[in-house]
Structure formats: structure tokens, C-alpha cells
């Protein structure tokens, strides 16, 4: 294995953070920079469900804690009506990925109907919000960087 090169072994059954982010202990750092830098490989039975807004299930996929900050990875069932307040991130961008349903998306001052299969990509400092405008909807949400203990929001009243 050359100076780059990182060894990691992936055991079935680990936990969504056992080896993500981690690198064995005879692999040095390199050029490639820090262990966040390894692959992570999180199995649906190892990732974290969330209550949320109006009993809305949060899958966490990939937390901050697994990739080492550099992002955090949810996915959303929800239902009609349900949206998060307006709102603005000052410390990372967000991708929104409507795999199903629809929604109304307001960045600034304008509104944007998404459909789905659409895409919408939130710089820092957007002041932005959504609306899900379908009877259910799944959405696939991409934050980076993230920090760790960000990553799951709190549990709505």
C-alpha cells in the first residue's frame, strides 16, 4: 500500500459510525489529510430515526460525527402541510432532493414550486423555507459541513 493509501476493514452489522471516518491504526496520514477523509458505509438498520414536525420521521443517514464535519445526511417522510419555520443557515449549505412529493421552496423573497425529482441548492446565509404541498412526501437533505451535535434537530412540541 503506497503513502496515500488508506486500509479499512468493513464488518456487516457495524454501527452507522463504527470505521466511518477511521482508519486502521498502521495507516498513516498522507497527502489525502485527515481520517475524515475514509469512506463511511452506513446499513439501514445502523442509521438514527427522529420524531420531527407534526410527527414527521427523520432518518439520519450519514451524521457529522461520521464524516468528521464535513456533512450531514437526512432523509424526511412527511406529510401535507408540514414546514419548518423560515429560517437561515450562517455555517453550511444545504441541498434539498425531492425524491417524491411536491413542495413550495421560498429563498429570500421568492417562491418556487419543486416537484418531484427536483433539486435545490441553499448557499449559507439564504434565508429559506419549504412547505410540502403533497399528501406525503420524501425528501433527501444534504447540509455541509456539518458539526457534530447539529445533526439532529429537536423533537417538535
Given at each position: 500500500m503506497g503513502p496515500t493509501e488508506?486500509?479499512?476493514t468493513w464488518r456487516p452489522g457495524s454501527s452507522a459510525t463504527q470505521g466511518c471516518g477511521q482508519e486502521d491504526d498502521a495507516a498513516?496520514?498522507?497527502?489525502?489529510g485527515s481520517a475524515?477523509?475514509?469512506?463511511?458505509l452506513a446499513q439501514r438498520e445502523d442509521q438514527q430515526r427522529v420524531e420531527w414536525i407534526g410527527?414527521?420521521?427523520i432518518s439520519v443517514l450519514l451524521d457529522a460525527e461520521a464524516t468528521g464535519g464535513q456533512l450531514a445526511v437526512g432523509r424526511f417522510d412527511i406529510s401535507k402541510g408540514e414546514a419548518p419555520p423560515f429560517h437561515v443557515h450562517n455555517n453550511e449549505d444545504e441541498v434539498l432532493l425531492l425524491q417524491s412529493g411536491s413542495?413550495?421552496?421560498w429563498t429570500d423573497e421568492e417562491e418556487h414550486e419543486l416537484q418531484e425529482g427536483g433539486i435545490v441548492f441553499l448557499p449559507r446565509h439564504t434565508p429559506h423555507g419549504y412547505r410540502?404541498?403533497?399528501d406525503k412526501a420524501d425528501l433527501l437533505l444534504?447540509?455541509?459541513p456539518r458539526e457534530a451535535g447539529d445533526d439532529v434537530p429537536p423533537r417538535g412540541p
Open positions: 488508506h486500509r479499512r498513516a496520514h498522507g497527502p489525502r475524515a477523509s475514509i469512506p463511511c410527527g414527521s420521521v413542495a413550495l421552496v410540502i404541498t403533497s444534504i447540509s455541509t
